[in-house]
């Protein structure tokens, strides 16, 4: 029996052994030897076991020597110890220890020991001409520090959408005047303003929404306007309305966190400058194959210029200044003059000093803004560290300032307990914090009718027939008393109305 082709050759076995003919039976009737006719159906076993393949299989090669040779362990320990460390992030790592190869063997042999994740599908992004759009959110990171405790920081982050230049800033929390001061660093930075940038519902930008329209914290309104650009609210539970900023954070935590370690803040806020300068806009963006800075280069003319001076976001509160000569602010306390002591001070707040103000509006005080929370006492400087307070002397020019009544309480005081009469007279001068003035006169003058020369009289007084203020009758109480310096009484005379009839005429009537 002849074939026309081996196939035809190799399906005639495979039908015979299929009809359950014996390999002897077929070898002496097709004239074969049987090794050939069992490698025939072998062969015809393992190809209807494996998949099929339109591809030809890879090549095996001779493995050859790498400069990475040496570096695989240390590869290894990386992924062990950073989760999700990127192979970008492993080429910085061993290029510092003296590796010398190329980025894309680091990335094969990465890819090889951790197979990549399967990919999402993307969600299309909104294009921006150049300098018109930004986005800003942002995001809590926990970082454990080598030389200090674990704590959890908001990052602040500004993204320009045209050319994907980012910017970040750590803060202790992301309230409306952190949010203003990140603003102002990527400002800076930059050296411009987008004409637009989205926010999600935070409040320091949204207070609430009535139907479809956001409405917006007035003092970020006030912000925008002087900066000239446009707030716009996302839509509530739409992260993609600002994909590019909610993708900022993921590129953070995979190439800036992976793989470093921090002493303390200072040392983060270092790093983080650094690898924004090195790292993050030079990187090739993968879609449009340019860096973030030469896009930003086309961008740069087309933002907005910046005022001659920044917008102050400093926080301004009021503070009564103690007994003891201190004001305090979130667990701490920061020294002022001891001439100062019971007076309601305007306090500016900054996210690193705090400067503290007379009641003319004079600097009186300026400290370096402590870590909330941890009770320390900031002298002023040259103040020595007893914390006894003002002295007897200070003490009768406050009493002299408040009136006849309170001058006749301090002089009786003095007479009943000369000994003790600094400590009295002090703890009578802090019942202003929570009373009124003229209610604190009123008590000093019936102390004095019955003789009850002792702070602790003065204060059951108080209780007894007055009731305590708020901040905001203290503020229009100092208030009121400036401008009566400032500006004197009035004595002018109610004039006649007919008067006014003959003055454009110039002649009386």
């Not at 400087?381 to 002397?393: S, W």
Request: charged fraction near 30%.
């Amino acid at each position: 029996m002849t074939f026309e082709s081996r196939e035809e050759l190799e399906h005639h076995v495979v039908m015979l052994h299929r009809d359950r003919v014996s390999v002897r039976a077929i070898a002496r009737s097709l004239k074969m030897g049987r090794p050939r006719v069992n490698r025939i159906l072998e062969k015809h076993g393992e190809a209807r076991e494996e998949p099929h393949s339109a591809l030809p299989a890879p090549l095996e090669r001779t493995p050859r020597s790498s400069k990475l040779d040496t570096y695989r362990p240390r590869v290894l320990k990386l992924l062990e110890q950073y989760e999700g460390i990127t192979s970008q992030r492993v080429f910085e790592i061993l290029k510092e220890e003296g590796y010398e190869g190329r980025l894309t063997v680091v990335k094969d042999h990465v890819r090889r020991v951790r197979p990549e994740e399967k990919p999402e599908v993307s969600q299309s992004v909104e294009a921006a001409l150049p300098g018109t759009l930004a986005e800003s959110d942002w995001s809590p990171f926990t970082v454990p520090f080598t030389h200090a405790p674990t704590k959890t920081l908001q990052v602040f982050g500004y993204i320009l959408r045209y050319s994907h230049r980012k910017h970040f800033t750590f803060y202790p929390t992301s309230d409306l005047h952190a949010l203003m001061d990140g603003h102002v660093r990527a400002f800076t930075r930059f050296e411009g303003v987008a004409r637009k940038c989205k926010y999600d519902n935070q409040k320091a930008v949204v207070l609430r929404w009535e139907g479809r329209q956001p409405i917006y914290n007035p003092r970020f309104v006030d912000f925008a306007t002087y900066y000239d650009f446009q707030a716009e609210a996302c839509r509530p539970f739409h992260p993609n309305d600002k994909p590019r900023v909610e993708r900022s954070f993921y590129e953070l935590q995979k190439s800036f966190f992976n793989g470093r370690s921090f002493r303390d803040e200072e040392d983060l806020k270092a790093q983080l400058a650094h690898w924004q300068d090195t790292v993050c806009d030079v990187r090739v963006h993968k879609k449009v194959k340019r860096t973030a800075l030469e896009l930003f280069e086309e961008e740069r003319g087309h933002l907005l210029p910046l005022p001659v001076h920044h917008y102050d976001t400093a926080r301004v509160v009021y503070r009564v200044c103690d007994i003891e000569g201190y004001v305090a602010w979130q667990g701490n306390r920061y020294g002022v003059p001891v001439e100062h002591v019971t007076d309601l001070l305007p306090v500016r707040v900054t996210q690193s000093e705090i400067l503290i103000y007379a009641v003319n509006l004079a600097c009186v005080a300026r400290h370096e803004l402590r870590p909330p929370g941890k009770g320390e006492d900031i002298r002023l400087p040259g103040r020595p560290a007893a914390r006894r307070g003002a002295d007897l002397d200070q003490l009768r020019q406050a009493f002299r300032d408040l009136g006849e009544q309170a001058v006749r309480f301090l002089t009786g005081l003095e007479s009943a307990q000369p000994r003790s009469a600094a400590y009295h007279a002090r703890l009578v001068l802090a019942l202003r914090e929570r009373f009124s003035t003229l209610d604190l006169l009123a008590a000093l003058a019936h102390a004095v009718q019955f003789g009850a020369f002792e702070h602790g009289a003065v204060e059951r007084i108080l209780v007894a027939r007055a009731a305590p203020r708020s901040l905001d009758e203290y503020v229009a109480e100092a208030t009121a008393k400036k401008l009566a310096t400032a500006l004197g009484e009035c004595d002018t005379a109610p004039r006649d109305l007919s008067e006014y009839d003959w003055l454009p005429c110039g002649k009386k009537p």
